[in-house]
Every structure is written in structure tokens, then in C-alpha cells.
């Protein structure tokens, strides 16, 4: 059974962000933003490190990661829970293994690293008001988040 299915990689593709929580050394946690990602196949997720030292380093001192996605506005996603591998600019097999970051990234974003995190297991994150407020629909959550955030949803969105 594929760990990312189809509901979790819609959920990736439709991500702007994604955050990737590593930890260092001295066992402190980072929680760092990642923008250029993308599935790879049915168990791994590709991250570009494009200015993240701190993800960097903790990867090499421990490669369990989480990675989570959510949609601000449906107020749902995932946690990918997974170990990570650095492939940098200089090491065999980087440019397959970016291949996917670098098209994402364009030259205006200098991969320096490709992040490949084997996932073992991704789990539903949904907001309390699910449990707490089962009587309000997907349309009445959307149109509560749109009001929270002063937005309005584009017109193919409505």
C-alpha cells in the first residue's frame, strides 16, 4: 500500500509551503519553511534546500524528519513522518535526484541540496473544529477562513 496515495499527493500539489521539523544535535527541535517540493513516486518526498543550514546539519546529525502540510483555508492536511538523505550539487546522482527541485526551482533559487525523505508513515491533520463543530460544512469552514483572513477565493475556487 503506497504511503503517499493519491489524497496525500493531491494535498502536496496543491501545497505552497511545506514544513520540514528536524532536530539538532543538542536534541532541539527547528521548524524551518520549505517552498520547492514535490512526491516522488508512492514513499518520498523531494525538498530543496535552498537557504537552510539549520535543516542541513540537523539531517546529517539525525535524518528522522517530519514534514507537514496544510491547507489554510480547509484547515486540513498531513504529517509525513520519514528519514531524510542529502544529495548536495557535487555528489553523484544529484542531478536525477533534483531533477524535479530544479525544474520547480527555476534559476532565481540555487538548489545547494536535494532533501529526499523516505516516508513510512503520513497521518490526517485536521483542526479541532472538525471535532468540536461536526455540524458545519466544507462550504460554512471556507467561508469562515475566508472571512478570518480578509480573503476572497479566486473565481475557479468558488
Excluded at 13 to 41: H, M, Y
Excluded at 58 to 71: E, K, L, M, Y
Excluded at 93 to 119: C, D, K, M, Q, Y
Amino acid at each position: 500500500m503506497a504511503v503517499l496515495d493519491a489524497e496525500v499527493q493531491a494535498a502536496i500539489a496543491a501545497s505552497v509551503l511545506c514544513w520540514l521539523a528536524t532536530i539538532g544535535r543538542d536534541g532541539a527541535p527547528n521548524v524551518s519553511p520549505k517552498e520547492i517540493f514535490c512526491a516522488v513516486g508512492e514513499d518520498r518526498l523531494a525538498i530543496a534546500d535552498i537557504a537552510s543550514p539549520n535543516s542541513v546539519t540537523n539531517i546529517r546529525a539525525n535524518p528522522q524528519v517530519c514534514v507537514s502540510f496544510v491547507d489554510v483555508f480547509r484547515q486540513k492536511g498531513f504529517k509525513l513522518n520519514g528519514t531524510a538523505q542529502l544529495i548536495g550539487r557535487r555528489d553523484p546522482g544529484f542531478e536525477e535526484a533534483a531533477a524535479s527541485l530544479l525544474r520547480l526551482a527555476g534559476p532565481a533559487f540555487p538548489v545547494r541540496h536535494a532533501i529526499l525523505i523516505t516516508v513510512r508513515k503520513a497521518v490526517r491533520i485536521i483542526a479541532p473544529s472538525y471535532v468540536l463543530r461536526p455540524e458545519m460544512g466544507d462550504a460554512e469552514r471556507l467561508e469562515a477562513a475566508y472571512s478570518r483572513y480578509g480573503v476572497q477565493p479566486l473565481p475557479d475556487e468558488a
